[in-house]
């Protein structure tokens, strides 16, 4: 006995009303409708550097709102809605495009750290790395000189990092030991926004001084007075 046929068709959800609310500099929502409640995924394209990333929905709704977040200032953005059908099928949108705020805050710098260490050899020199954090993607640069000073100028600079970053690491090759520095710490994000940390001071350590190299001077110590009588 053979079974009555039964034909069906399989719809996929209908997206209405796609739009992006809120938005700023580095963050906006996306919101959008279904007639079916639904998950869905958003490939979301940065249309200055081409790089995307794909965001999925957890939950099946009617009404979508999708918080972006991480995104570059005064950049424009590329947003596909992708459904899927109770089959498996998926449908693409067309692409929703939207352009982030301009950025005008500067970035804040925090946690800032030395670490210094000696390199011996005939005239020793002290490696020291600097590092620190900002709230958002920044260059780095230290600025430095030798000695204390009152004056905003500073002598040296390192070259500034090409690559923004939250977290930023810099050495500082050739200080001279037991020698102190004054230096502060500069960031630039993408939209220009310079923010530059207060005067530091670091202190260089000196070279430890061996048992054989405390011999050689307590010797010179004890008998010193003799080279003065031309002996």
Same mark, same amino acid.
């Given at each position: 006995?053979?079974?009555?046929?039964?034909?069906?068709?399989?719809?996929?959800?209908?997206?209405?009303?796609? &739009?992006?609310?809120?938005?700023?500099?580095? *963050?906006?929502?996306?919101?959008?409708? +279904?007639?079916?409640?639904?998950?869905?995924?958003?490939?979301?394209?940065?249309?200055?550097? &081409?790089?995307?990333?794909?965001?999925?929905? #957890?939950?099946?709704?009617?009404?979508?709102?999708?918080?972006?977040?991480?995104?570059?200032?005064?950049?424009?953005?590329?947003?596909?809605?992708?459904?899927? &059908?109770? #089959?498996?099928?998926?449908?693409?949108?067309?692409?929703?495009?939207?352009?982030?705020?301009?950025?005008?805050?500067?970035?804040?710098?925090?946690?800032?750290? +030395?670490?210094?260490?000696? !390199?011996?050899?005939?005239?020793?020199?002290?490696?020291?790395?600097? +590092? /620190?954090?900002?709230?958002?993607?920044?260059?780095?640069? !230290?600025?430095?000189?030798?000695?204390?000073?009152?004056?905003?100028?500073?002598?040296?600079?390192?070259?500034?990092?090409? #690559?923004?970053?939250?977290?930023?690491?810099?050495?500082?090759?050739?200080?001279?030991?037991?020698?102190?520095?004054?230096?502060?710490?500069?960031? !630039? #994000?993408?939209?220009? *926004?310079?923010?530059?940390?207060?005067?530091?001071?670091?202190?260089?350590?000196?070279?430890?001084?061996?048992?054989?190299?405390?011999?050689?001077? *307590?010797?010179?110590?004890?008998?010193? /007075?003799?080279?003065?009588?031309?002996?």
């Amino acid at each position: 006995m053979r079974s009555k046929r039964y034909q069906f068709t399989t719809s996929l959800p209908e997206v209405s009303d796609i &739009g992006a609310e809120n938005v700023g500099a580095r *963050n906006a929502e996306f919101v959008y409708l +279904t007639d079916s409640a639904t998950q869905s995924i958003i490939e979301l394209t940065n249309l200055a550097t &081409g790089e995307t990333i794909v965001i999925e929905e #957890d939950n099946d709704a009617l009404e979508h709102r999708i918080s972006l977040e991480d995104l570059d200032p005064n950049t424009e953005y590329s947003a596909v809605i992708l459904v899927r &059908g109770a #089959d498996g099928s998926v449908a693409r949108s067309l692409a929703y495009i939207f352009e982030t705020a301009s950025d005008s805050e500067a970035p804040v710098i925090s946690n800032i750290e +030395t670490r210094s260490a000696i !390199v011996e050899g005939q005239q020793d020199i002290v490696q020291t790395i600097v +590092t /620190w954090t900002t709230n958002e993607p920044a260059t780095g640069q !230290v600025q430095y000189n030798e000695g204390i000073s009152e004056s905003e100028e500073y002598g040296f600079a390192t070259d500034e990092t090409p #690559d923004p970053t939250t977290r930023h690491v810099i050495v500082l090759p050739e200080l001279q030991p037991s020698t102190v520095y004054q230096y502060r710490v500069r960031s !630039v #994000d993408r939209g220009d *926004n310079e923010t530059t940390s207060e005067s530091r001071i670091l202190l260089t350590p000196q070279r430890r001084v061996s048992a054989f190299d405390l011999i050689i001077r *307590n010797l010179e110590d004890t008998f010193g /007075w003799a080279r003065n009588l031309g002996l």
